[in-house]
């Protein structure tokens, strides 16, 4: 788990993507930070946000229907 302390007009989505390098996990940082929602899009500076340990996502099976590209 880390944690990042927001500097002045920044995002979530921006903070998700920076610290996983994808924005998928953005639903699993919310519900590590109740409240953290309510405060907007733009996040007030000094915003305590938990990033929470997950796992790395799972690559699905890519399935050719018509033969090999």
Do not use: C, F, K
Not at 30 to 50: E, K, M
Not at 58 to 67: E, F, K, M, T
């Amino acid at each position: 788990m880390a944690e990042h302390l927001t500097g002045q007009s920044e995002m979530l989505d921006a903070i998700v993507a920076a610290h996983y390098g994808r924005t998928d996990v953005l639903v699993a940082v919310l519900d590590a930070n109740p409240g953290l929602a309510d405060l907007g899009p733009v996040l007030p500076a000094l915003t305590r946000v938990v990033l929470p340990d997950l796992p790395e996502p799972s690559l699905a099976p890519v399935i050719r229907l018509w033969g090999q590209a």
